[in-house]
T-cell receptor
Framework: GNSVTQMEGPVTLSEEAFLTINCTYT??????LFWYVQYPGEGLQLLLK?????DKGSNKGFEATYRKETTSFHLEKGSVQVSDSAVYFC??????????FGQGTELSVKP | EAGVTQSPTHLIKTRGQQATLRCSPI?????VYWYQQALGLGLQFLLW???????NRGNFPPRFSGRQFPNYSSELNVNALELEDSALYLC??????????FGQGTRLTVV
């Protein structure tokens, strides 16, 4: 079946540290991959996406590369800020349109 | 362009009552997803509607049900409410195989 697995949180970093949140997936066919972010008290917002192998999605300094050989879509940012504190969700969309989320990873950035 | 709208924002019900939550997708979107987000937990997939039909449902009891109307708006009904149904209920809409956009959610509290 289709599933998404993320590293467990919470992840606590100091400001300007490097961030990696791991995400791996299992899927039949060729899914599209997404990262969503949920700031405290808000709904989910799309952060970035990649629709085919080797695509790199990027937004607001965050990047993730669609790696088919390792079935991964790890989220990275070179220098995090306090304002990046949020819950991050990795997700995939199957070719049939079903949307599946990982369990979410809470990030806390300290000044 | 209006985003995904959910109503009501907050809903307080007593055990055993029924709750009805509503979602209006972005204009032109045909898929609607419902998720439950209990405190401290990730997104639990509830239901997926596309083109007026239920495409998939998550591992929830039958008292969770819904429908999608000809204008693609959707309702989620929860019968015989239990205390553990208290959660944030999120609706998202998409064009099939593209990214989903989320509403701000309905906070359901069962007392």
């Amino acid at each position: 079946g289709n599933s998404v697995t993320q590293m467990e949180g919470p992840v606590t970093l100091s400001e300007e540290a490097f961030l990696t949140i791991n995400c791996t997936y299992t899927a039949t066919g060729y899914p599209s991959l997404f990262w969503y972010v949920q700031y405290p008290g808000e709904g989910l917002q799309l952060l970035l996406k990649a629709t085919k192998a080797d695509d790199k999605g990027s937004n607001k300094g965050f990047e993730a590369t669609y790696r088919k050989e390792t079935t991964s879509f790890h989220l990275e940012k070179g220098s995090v800020q306090v304002s990046d504190s949020a819950v991050y969700f990795c997700a995939l969309s199957t070719p049939a349109g079903k949307l599946i989320f990982g369990q979410g990873t809470e990030l806390s950035v300290k000044p | 362009e209006a985003g995904v709208t959910q109503s009501p924002t907050h809903l307080i019900k007593t055990r055993g009552q029924q709750a009805t939550l509503r979602c209006s997708p972005i204009s032109g979107h045909t898929s609607v997803y419902w998720y439950q987000q209990a405190l401290g937990l990730g997104l639990q997939f509830l239901l997926w509607y596309d083109e007026g039909e239920e495409r998939n449902r998550g591992n929830f009891p039958p008292r969770f049900s819904g429908r999608q109307f000809p204008n693609y708006s959707s309702e989620l009904n929860v019968n015989a409410l239990e205390l553990e149904d208290s959660a944030l209920y999120l609706c998202a809409s998409s064009l099939r195989v593209s990214e989903a956009f989320f509403g701000q959610g309905t906070r359901l509290t069962v007392v």
